[in-house]
Every structure is written in structure tokens, then in C-alpha cells.
């Protein structure tokens, strides 16, 4: 007997029932899923054929089915199948805007900084949102679990967590269809003890793996990501008296390069500053010692709803801020002009940045 597409589409239906409810499943239940606008006569017949091949299995206590370790087998390979054929597609499309908006970030420093004489700062995007998009666990080796976590916009996490002994494959298959059916759409912060507790009910005599699992998970979004910063014109604070005491010159020096203490300026909500994402810090406003006598002036520049970063300019206090702040909002617009059009139109052009200073092209492949 055949597995044809409405036998899957009907077990796919049976399957995630149960892991919603628990509780056998019955044909009208299925037939109440519009998509399948089949009647329970016939989901009745699909599914005792579906019992005959050995997918479903019917508890002598019900009139209604649950599925066997083949059919979690089937959801979770077809589950698999068609995440890795997404990851495959978006995995070179990733690399690809990864390669050039690291370029393209860099390049964007060393205009800035070429054009104010200041010091400039880019930080590489960060991601608003922590929605749990799917969870793989994945055994290395008998002593080693791999937990891949992917957030939506294909934010990709991951951890490592050492086993007491090894977990046999269809254990595997089990946990990787309770996390996702648990996890899966929620934000971190919405991961509760209620739903802990649910899940280390449902995990059995596995309760200690499964507490294992979810405290990894809770560790790697525990973590403060390291902000790629992009910097460029270090040197140029040199040409300023005020900045050029050698105790002071050293310190300013170290937390650019060093940039720990600049990641804080460039991760505030975007929604703070002007109305024009313009955000003017002077001096102690910074919170940052080596920079009590300099003024850093921001801008936030968004790559996609809930993706974006921030671009600082770091100088004396007697800077020019009008310079500085023309600058950033013409550069503000030159981005967004770059990933609209990088959004809407996949080919490949040369977007030109204007060279605030002496109106010069400057092309970026993008």
C-alpha cells in the first residue's frame, strides 16, 4: 500500500493533534481541519489504512489512533527534509550579504572618518527578535549532544552539552519533536516554569535530560553576544590637543581598539535620539571614563524590521556638530537606499556613498 500525499497529510494532521492534546485522535477530529475539507468517512478509511501500515496505532481503551515511532519518524524526517532544503537555499544567499555587508560596514567607516577627521565606529547588526524558530538536537558522539537553536531571520545559536551516557536514535527523534512542539514561536521570555514544567512531565524517566537541555538553552541566550565593531580613523583623536595627554591618549586609544566599553553606546534602542535616530552624547553622558572629554554623536541604521546596528562618530567636544550630524543622516539615507534596493531587487549593483566632504563618488558592489 502506497503513502500518498493525503495518507501524509492526514498523519501530519493526527500527529500534530496529539502532540497538542495527548490524547488519541479520532476521525472527526481531523476532518474539522479545513485544509483537508475531506469528510470523516473517508479520513475513517485513510487512517485505518494508515493503522495498517503500521503508522498509526490504536489503544484498545479508545476509538481514536496515535502515532507510532515509524510516523514520528516520517514527521520528524520530512520535518528535517524540508528545514535543511530552507537552510540550503538561504545558507548561500547568507554567506553572500554576510561577505558584503561586512565590506560594505567597514567601507562606510573609513568614508566617515575620511570625512569628519574624527574616529568612527560601526557595529555590525543585531537582531531584535528571539523567537524560537525550530531546535535540532544532534548526537556527535556517544558523549557529546549538539543543541541548534534557529531564530527567526535565521539567527543561528548553538551549544554543546556532555552526556552521561548515549541517547539511542529514536530517544532523539522524541526530544527533537517535544522541544519543537513546546518551543517552537515562543521568545526566551516567554519560556516560563509553567512550560518547563510541562515539558519535564511529558520528558518521563528522561526528566534530567530534558532539565539538562533546556538550562543549555537558557545559557546560550544568557550570554552577551560579542558586537563586531568596525573601526576606522583611530589615529585622527591625535590631531587634538585637548585629547592628546599621554595618560588620557592612552586610555581613549585602548577602549577604540579595545572596543568593550563603545558596544554599550551601540546597542540602545533604536528608538532613542531625535526623530532622525540621532543620539548626542557629551562627555559624562557616555558612562565611559576615557571618554569624559570627548562627544560621540550616533545613528541607527535598520537592515530589515528588527535587524539593525549603529554608527558613531567619536571627536572632541568642539566638534564640528553640524558636519558630523549632516553627514550621518546623508549616509543615513544612502544605506536605506542600499537595503531597500538589496530587499527588492536581488541582482547585483554598484550603490554609490557620497563623500560628504568633497562630493566624491564612492562605490560599494553591494
Known sequence: ????????????????????????????????????????????????????????????????????????????????????????????????????????????????????????????????????????????????????????????????????????????????????????????????????????????????????????IGSVFSEDDSLRIYTSGTTNILKYPELNDSDNMQKLLYTIEEKKELSALLTDRMDDGNDDGIQVYIGNDTNVESLKDCSVVTATYEIEEGVYGKIGIVGPKRMDYAKVVGSLKNLMRQLDSIFKHQSEDKTTKAIKLIDMKNDVNYVSDT
Open 1 to 216: 500500500m502506497e503513502l500518498d500525499d493525503r495518507k501524509l497529510e492526514i498523519l501530519k494532521a493526527v500527529i500534530k493533534n496529539y502532540l497538542e492534546t495527548g490524547e488519541p485522535v479520532g476521525s472527526r477530529t481531523i476532518s474539522k481541519f479545513s485544509e483537508l475539507k475531506l469528510s470523516s468517512a473517508t479520513i475513517r478509511n485513510e487512517m485505518s489504512d494508515l493503522e495498517d501500515m503500521g503508522y498509526l496505532v490504536k489503544p484498545h481503551t479508545s476509538a481514536g489512533r496515535i502515532p507510532s515511532d515509524d510516523a514520528y519518524r516520517l514527521y520528524v524526517d520530512s520535518l528535517m527534509q524540508t528545514k535543511i532544503k530552507e537552510e540550503e537555499s538561504l545558507k548561500k544567499d547568507l554567506i553572500e550579504k554576510s561577505d558584503k555587508l561586512e565590506t560594505l560596514l567597514q567601507q562606510v567607516a573609513n568614508l566617515l572618518a575620511m570625512n569628519t577627521n574624527y574616529t568612527t565606529v560601526v557595529s555590525a547588526p543585531k537582531y531584535e527578535s528571539n523567537n524560537i524558530k525550530f531546535i535540532q538536537l544532534s548526537e556527535i558522539d556517544e558523549e557529546n549532544l549538539l543543541i541548534v537553536i534557529v531564530l527567526e531571520k535565521n539567527a543561528v545559536k548553538n551549544t554543546i552539552i556532555r552526556l552521561d551516557e548515549a541517547v539511542e536514535k529514536s530517544l532523539l527523534l522524541k526530544l527533537n519533536i517535544m522541544l519543537n512542539s513546546f518551543l517552537a514561536g515562543l521568545n526566551m521570555k516567554d519560556i516560563n516554569i509553567g512550560v518547563i514544567a510541562k515539558m519535564k512531565e511529558q520528558a518521563g524517566e528522561y526528566v534530567n535530560l530534558v532539565g539538562r537541555i533546556i538550562d543549555a
